[in-house]
């Protein structure tokens, strides 16, 4: 099972479990990670899944699609190289120990 | 079985239920419950359709648009053998691969960069509405605040001329009333249609619309080429269609709920960051929208019962908000719920596309509220407005006090 690791804005970290097949935002939601706010349920409509993706990381996501990217332009706090939606990021067993950190606000 | 729609397939329960009947919206929850404890999938012996109305089910229909279609309405009319009563949306009533074009043009003038650029005059807007009605005191929480807020920022948003506006509540009730079967609402509706299908015809010209408003940038991208000209207009007329009537039946459920839970209203008034997710949690309450239709595509199977091709399925959106397979309290109004999931603006490739100006709207409203107002009292009876798809009060009178 991938272990997912959140870093909270106030550098608490917490270790999930995930299931592969499940999206990084649907981990969150489901074990009370509440900065991933996905008010749109990962219909890549909102903005509010925003993450930072860890650096050592990033190369190793799928690339974002172009409507993503677009969203992207709109998240609340500030826009980073690594920022990405979580909804989009779906967990395969590769992704074992993918660490993201969490912004201060989604809206 | 039968396409012709006759009879049900084996083993789905019937139901002489009339969903769209005066009685069931007077009250729609027991009758709700008794739908989801039939079974995952009920037949409508009036109206000759299925329904889902577990969560599940709702949430697998909305998520799989070539086998439950949209082209052939969202209504109970068939597209296929009716011919539609207006011309087809191109985006609500239009199927993969031909709907992702027009979604992405409606998705990027209603995105969430656009909303932050909004985000201040609709704060604006709404306080100085709060102001006005602390001064007044006693007022109609309908007319007075659930329509007159969304009438002062959403018309200038997408940039209407200032006359002629009245009409454009009855042309959204006209719109919702048309999806549900041909009963009374729909055909009195149609009847009175002509003068406001007029209005909103012209409004969606080019050359009536502001510039820099949801309106002009549609017609922009038909200069760059995402869309025809000849779309332009369908698409400004969705956002009429679907704009505003939705987002004054949702403010109205939020002010209904905070009206009637008093403690959470005193949970709000702690907190007023908690303004989005309370108006987030009376669209999962109360589903201002508690309907919509979708057609199969082929012969398939939903949790057992098989559904034969060219029959109507009926999604109560309102019935999957209150599943307690899914939700936990369900009948409980909670501004601290975790909402994500709620269908009430769909879900898939048709969930809502003007979920963040209802958002953005319901927030500004309750957030003034609970900046300004220490106690909201329904004063008179709450009366309620009939529609075949949408829910919400025709009038609810209240006395507010400054905080
Ligand atoms: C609380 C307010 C609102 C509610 C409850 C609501 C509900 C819904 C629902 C349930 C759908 C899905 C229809 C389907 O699956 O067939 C939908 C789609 C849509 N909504 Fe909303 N809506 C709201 C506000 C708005 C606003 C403010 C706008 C415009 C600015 C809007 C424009 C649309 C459009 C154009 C579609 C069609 C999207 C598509 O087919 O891809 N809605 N809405
Ligand atoms: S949950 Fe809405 S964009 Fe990811």
């Known amino acids: 099972m991938p272990t997912i690791i959140f870093n909270r804005p106030d550098n608490r ?8 097949g499940d999206s990084v935002m649907q981990v969150a939601t489901t074990h009370g990670v509440d900065e991933i706010v996905a008010e749109c349920g990962g219909n890549a409509m909102c903005a509010t899944c925003h993450v930072y993706v860890d650096e050592r990381w990033i190369a190793r996501l799928a690339p974002m699609s172009e409507e993503e990217d677009e969203l992207l332009h709109g998240v609340a706090a500030e826009r980073l190289p690594n920022s990405r939606l979580s909804c989009q990021i779906k967990i395969t067993p590769e992704l074992d120990g993918l660490v993201v950190r969490l912004p201060d606000r989604q809206i | ?11 789905v329960p019937h139901m002489d239920i009339d969903p769209f009947s005066i009685e069931f919206f007077e009250d729609p929850h027991p009758a709700h419950e008794v739908l989801r404890e039939a079974g ?4 409508f012996d009036k109206w000759k359709v299925y329904g889902v109305a577990r969560h599940a089910e709702v949430h697998a229909v909305l998520n799989d648009p070539l086998t439950f279609c949209s082209s052939r309405g969202v209504g109970l009319s068939d597209f296929a053998k009716e011919k539609a009563w207006r011309p087809q949306s191109i985006i609500l009533e239009a199927d993969p691969p031909e709907h992702a074009r027009t979604r992405a043009v409606l998705s990027r003038v209603l995105s969430p960069t656009v909303m932050k650029q909004l985000r201040g005059s609709f704060v604006a807007a709404a306080e100085s509405r709060v102001e006005a009605l602390l001064a007044k005191g006693s007022f109609d929480a309908i007319a007075d605040l659930a329509e007159a807020y969304p009438l002062s920022v959403f018309p200038d948003a997408l940039g209407l001329k200032p006359e002629g506006r009245e009409n454009l509540l009855p042309y959204a009730s006209l719109v919702f009333n048309s999806f549900g079967p041909p009963n009374r609402l729909r055909q009195d509706a149609i009847e009175r249609s002509a003068p406001h299908q007029a209005y909103v015809a ?16 549609i017609h922009a991208r038909a200069d760059a080429g995402d869309i025809t000209a000849a779309e332009a207009p369908l698409l400004v007329r969705s956002l ?13 459920a939020a002010v ?3 009206a009637r839970f008093p403690d959470q209203w005193a949970r709000l008034r702690s907190d007023p960051t908690l303004a989005r997710n309370a108006f987030e949690e009376a669209v999962r309450f109360e589903s201002p929208v508690q309907t919509f239709f979708r057609t199969t595509t082929r012969d398939v199977e939903i949790s057992g019962s098989r559904i034969g091709e060219g029959e109507k399925i009926l999604m109560f959106l309102a019935a999957a908000n ?41 927030e500004a409203v309750l957030s003034a509220l609970a ?12 009366t309620r407005r009939f529609n075949n798809t949408l829910r919400g009060l025709e009038s609810l009178p209240v006395s507010i006090k400054a905080a």
């Not at chain 2, 079985?1 to 083993?11: L, R």
């Not at chain 2, 995952?40 to 037949?43: C, G, L, Q, R, T």
């Not at chain 2, 909670?334 to 994500?340: E, G, I, L, N």
């Open chain 2, 40 to 43: 995952p999938v009920v037949w």
């Open chain 2, 322 to 362: 209150r599943d307690p397979r899914r939700w936990d309290r369900p009948d409980e109004y909670d501004v601290t719920r975790k909402t994500s999931g709620h269908v009430g603006y769909g879900s898939g490739i048709h969930m809502c596309v003007g979920q963040l100006v209802a958002r953005l709207e319901g």
């Open chain 2, 256 to 258: 209904y709920c905070l």
């Open chain 2, 202 to 217: 012209e409004q969606c010209q080019r050359e009536n619309l502001a510039p820099g408003g949801f309106g002009a940038c």
């Open chain 1, 13 to 20: 970290s917490e270790r999930v479990d995930a299931s592969a």
């Open chain 2, 240 to 252: 009429l269609s679907a704009g505003l009537d939705t987002t004054v039946n949702g403010i109205g």
């Open chain 2, 371 to 382: 900046k300004r107002v220490s106690t909201i009292e329904i004063t008179g009876p709450a």
């Open chain 2, 1 to 11: 079985m039968s396409a012709s729609g006759f009879t049900p397939s084996a083993g």
